[in-house]
């Protein structure tokens, strides 16, 4: 299990993401958002389409640059790195999910969870050995050698959430991971990401448009035309 | 875990066989006209090199073992005189004319050695021996050639220029390189069949002493000798290949068929690794937003080139060698010495990352937010 190694995970300042559409035509995707996420926070991102969810989160994850504002994740400023040391902050210390897993689908769930190990230098027994493992805590160790198609869409999530894990990062991202799920799946797989915050003390956002799953939440932001209204916090427990 | 690399290539079994399918073909193509080029290239000189001496004296200005002119024979005089000679030996090649027992005429080159030395003699035999052409007018022909020369058995009796002959064996894969096949035939006999007078002679075969220095001695023979040139065997061996390969066009028709299989292989490894890795762009974009280096990427992709190299290679490699084997005793020798296999291998491999160029840049340039909605 993974203790709290900074309290203030995710800090990000004056956030904005603009699009430019042609010469003349500039979109703004995100406009000023100040966010902070703590350890042992499970944070839904909730809005309607074309809100401004998934680019922020994006930004939260190195995966994209901001126009302008900064992200500090684990104290350290990220907005200003390199490619190179972008890809690093990805590999170690943000571990992402992907709204239909994205797995790849040449490799068995096993090797799709030691694939962020391999990126990590880390192969053999050691990597078959802890995919093992985090394969089975989420209930499929006995679909180790199965490929992603072979697999149900939430046993897809399964393995996605164990891939993002596999590297043991402390904060995980994830982009409307129940978006292909049916309602009991959907709750499964947010009863283990609230475990994975709460328990484990990692901080957690997901992007969600499924209201239902604001029970599992810490703290929900809601985001309008780029912008984050007011937050609203959650009581719910799984 | 086996690497990404062979799953991406093994995944997709129908590509992999039509990619494979044209890296041999390519492969093949090269093989062949590269076999056939080295084949030609030897075949031109093999009766040099297999000579055994050191060093071939010849008249001034020749410009291939083919076309030899006459030496007067105190010139062999001459270079026994000069210090570090141990032997040199009187050989004639000369074209002249063959005639069938049907009546036809066939061109043909006449090798004259000493029977009693090795310089110039046959270095494979199928039929009789070398001694028995001390025969009064006893001539060997490659068994190749006994349909185009007309030669239905050992003892028969034909004619050359004019002259009774007799044939008393057969070589073999002693082919010539141009169409006028080799008969070989005693020094003596071969006066009559050239024709030249009995003190005349073509080359000078050399062997030089031991330890003697053979760009020493090439030079003192140069010095003491006049109106002469003087190659050591392998230096005349490159000459002659040199003259029929580029010279003449022929060997340049052969690498030039070479690189466009070249060209062909590299065509079928971008086309079928670009489709592949356009297929898979999503897949880069994951690896990628899960922390891949642009290293990573680019490793996997060059992995699978070299991977669809190899394969290719080692089938190209297993067709190559029944093709060498069937073309042993046809006119066109296919020669795939082990230096060509290796280069082969290289080609393959320099074939496959080249046609791999354009997939890795396209792999590459995918961003990590494809996987995301963004």
């Known amino acids: 299990m993974t203790g709290p190694r900074v309290l203030e995970r995710i800090r990000v300042e004056r956030l904005t993401k603009v699009y430019r559409s042609g010469t003349a035509r500039v979109v703004s995707a995100i406009s000023d958002v100040d966010v902070e996420v703590e350890a042992g926070e499970l944070v839904l991102l909730m809005g309607p389409s074309g809100s401004g969810k998934s680019t922020l989160l994006s930004m939260l994850g190195c995966i994209l640059r901001p126009t302008a504002g900064r992200v500090l994740l684990n104290g350290k400023e990220v907005t200003s790195l390199t490619e190179r040391e972008l890809a690093r902050v990805r590999l170690y210390q943000v571990g992402h999910i992907f709204q239909d897993a994205s797995l790849l689908p040449g490799l068995t769930a096993m090797q799709n969870v030691e694939m962020p190990l391999e990126l990590q230098g880390i192969r053999g027994r050691v990597a078959r050995r802890r995919a093992t493992a985090l394969l089975e805590r989420f209930g ?77 939440a810490t703290r929900v932001l809601r985001l309008e035309d780029g912008k984050l209204l007011p937050a609203v916090v959650a009581g719910g427990a799984a | ?57 010849c008249s001034r200005g020749v410009p291939y073992f083919d076309v030899g002119s006459i030496l007067p024979e105190r010139r062999q ?170 010279t003449t066009g022929a060997g340049i028709a052969l690498l030039i068929a070479a690189v466009m299989g070249f060209a062909v292989g590299v065509a079928v490894v971008a086309q079928t690794l670009y489709a592949a890795t356009i297929d898979r762009l999503r897949e880069f974009g994951t690896l990628k937003a899960m922390g891949a280096s642009n290293r990573y990427v680019c490793v996997v992709v060059a992995k699978q080139a070299c991977i669809l190299a190899v394969a290719g290679y080692v089938f190209a490699l297993g ?56």
């Open chain 2, 1 to 57: 875990m086996p690497s990404l690399a062979w799953r991406n290539t093994l995944q997709d079994r129908r590509r992999l066989a039509v990619t494979l399918t044209g890296i041999i073909f390519a492969l093949i193509l090269v093989a062949v006209q590269l076999g056939l080029f080295v084949g030609f290239a030897r075949t031109t000189s093999n009766i040099i090199d297999h000579s055994g001496v050191d060093l071939w004296v």
């Open chain 2, 77 to 246: 005089f001459q270079v026994l005189e000069v210090p570090g000679v141990l032997s040199a030996d009187k050989l004639i090649v000369r074209f002249t004319f063959w005639k069938r027992p049907d009546g036809g005429q066939e061109t043909i080159e006449v090798v004259g050695f000493d029977p009693h030395r090795t310089a110039g003699s046959p270095w494979s035999l199928a039929a009789g021996t070398v001694s028995d052409l001390l025969q009064d007018g006893a001539v060997m022909i490659d068994e190749s050639y006994r349909q185009k020369l007309g030669v239905d058995h050992i003892g028969q009796v034909v004619e050359i220029r004019g002259h009774r002959a007799r044939v008393v064996g057969y070589t073999r894969g002693i082919r010539s390189f141009t169409t006028s096949p080799f008969v070989f035939s005693s020094f003596r006999n071969a006066l009559d069949f050239a024709p030249l007078n009995e003190d005349e002679t073509i080359y000078l075969l050399v062997r030089a002493r031991p330890g003697v220095d053979l760009t020493v001695l090439k030079r003192r023979i140069v010095q003491s000798v006049p109106g002469i040139d003087v190659y050591t065997t392998s230096e005349f061996s490159r000459k002659t290949q040199m003259y029929w390969m580029f």
């Open chain 2, 319 to 374: 067709i190559g060698w029944v093709a060498v084997r069937a073309a042993a005793r046809s006119g066109a020798p296919i020669v795939l010495p082990w230096q060509l296999a290796v280069l082969l291998l290289v080609m393959a491999l320099v074939m496959s990352l080249g046609g791999a160029i354009i997939s890795i840049r396209k792999a590459l340039s995918v961003e990590p937010s494809l996987v995301m909605k963004v």
């Open chain 1, 140 to 216: 499929l160790g006995d679909k180790l050698r199965e490929y992603p198609r072979d697999l149900s869409g939430g046993e897809k999530q399964r393995v996605g959430i164990a891939r993002a894990l596999a590297g043991d990062p402390v904060i995980l991202l994830a982009d409307e991971p129940t978006a292909a799920l049916d309602l009991a799946s959907g709750r499964a797989i947010f009863a283990h990401l609230r475990q994975l915050a709460v328990e484990e003390h990692r901080s957690v956002v997901v992007v969600t448009h499924d209201h239902r799953m604001e029970e599992f």
